[in-house]
């Protein structure tokens, strides 16, 4: 049974069908009204959001099944102290397939390997954003019809923007990819992506602190919001939140078939100037999250189900060696810590942050 915690649960070719389905789903929605009739998706969204949770149930409902869940961890069991591997157990009986988005990094990968039903990650810290990656992809293959042979800058918060670190792992499986890191060092790419992504997989990169010396290169700009809520200093926060405002007037020094993507919600970092630019692609990224969202749902709940938890290579751990306070592995009661091993090294099983062993 398959779960997907992160893009790479997906195969290249996977992602290729789910496009073709959402591009077909756009073309005929009436032939989707029914597929998911008598089936529940249960949103589990532990972190505030409004687009990736609405889009998930406007997903499903969408295709003839029905939604249950809880938009505010305060309104669960978890206010009672419970278990993300309890809670999941729970929910097991009530639904067919799970959207979970956590604060820690790791609890939808908890969730998984306690799922008799598939899980999906609708993003977990500051870690993975799998469907935010998917509504990307579908957005670059509407607007460039290719996913090779494309340099694509990644500006602001490369440090906790989730969406960011799940996009990069999609696209080192491409030819002809160049990166651009454009960040202050404070909110730079964590440094396992860089050299186990983009260095492993040969991509040419450069990291810069300016926007204007990217610009002209780009054929995709991928904005991002500072994510103040998971700044530990709020005056760091104050300081780098307006690192990066695009504006039209900046717009000049950029291609004119660059595509602006972000995940969205923005805050000042495009200046709304922007949006009428037929470049402007953020809105459009939303309807087409919403196609990938429902052919995704409609993937995962039409294979077959062995009803056991997809299994994955863990190394069971004699005690907890992850070091990072926003992994569900430091809090969650009961759960055995566990490690992957890369060629780099060890990693926390849950979370992915180096550890030392
Ligand atoms: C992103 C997220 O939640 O990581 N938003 C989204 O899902 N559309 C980006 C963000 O919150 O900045």
Redesign the pocket.
């Known amino acids: 049974m398959k779960s997907v915690i992160d893009i790479l649960d997906l195969s290249v070719e996977e992602i290729d069908n789910l496009i073709a389905t959402a591009c077909d789903m756009i073309e005929h929605p009436e032939n989707y009204t029914e597929k998911c009739k008598g089936k529940k998706i249960a949103t589990l969204f532990f972190e505030p959001?409004t687009?990736?949770r609405l889009s998930f149930e406007s997903a499903m409902l969408e295709l003839g099944g029905s939604v249950i869940g809880f938009s505010d961890a305060k309104n669960s069991s978890v206010s009672k102290g419970e278990t993300i591997a309890d809670t999941t157990r729970v929910i097991n009986c009530y639904a067919d397939i799970i959207a979970m988005r956590h604060p820690l990094e790791g609890a939808p990968m908890v969730a998984s390997v306690n799922s008799a039903i598939p899980v999906i990650n609708a993003?977990d810290g500051g870690h993975a954003?799998p469907t935010?990656t998917l509504a990307d992809l579908l957005t670059i293959y509407r607007e460039k019809g290719r996913f090779n042979d494309l340099t694509i800058g990644f500006c602001g918060d490369l440090k906790y923007?989730?969406?960011v670190h799940s996009l990069i792992h999609a696209l080192s499986r491409y030819t002809g990819i160049k990166i651009y890191l454009i960040s202050p060092s404070e909110l730079a790419l964590p440094e396992y992506i860089k050299r186990e992504v983009i260095e492993k997989h040969n991509i040419p990169y450069a990291e810069t602190a300016s926007m204007e010396e990217a610009l002209p290169n780009l054929d995709i700009l991928y904005m991002?919001?500072v994510?103040g809520e998971r700044f530990e200093n709020k005056t760091d926060y104050e300081r780098l939140k307006d690192c990066y405002v695009l504006n039209s007037e900046k717009l000049k020094l950029a291609k004119s078939d660059m595509s602006i993507l972000h995940?969205?919600?923005r805050v000042d970092e495009i200046n709304v100037d922007v949006d009428a630019d037929p470049r402007a692609c953020y809105f459009k990224q939303v309807a087409n999250g919403k196609q990938m969202r429902k052919a995704l749902i409609l993937k995962l709940l039409t294979e077959s189900n062995d009803g056991k938890p997809e299994p994955r290579d863990f190394i069971p751990l004699e005690e907890q060696l992850c070091t990072n306070n926003r992994c569900i592995s430091t809090i969650e009661r009961g759960l055995k810590p566990a490690a992957i091993k890369t060629e780099f090294g060890c990693r926390c099983a849950y979370c992915e942050s180096a550890i030392k062993q």
Do not use: Y
Request: hydrophobic share 5%; net charge positive.
């Open positions: 959001s687009r990736t993003g954003h935010q923007g989730r969406p991002t919001r994510q995940p969205l919600p």
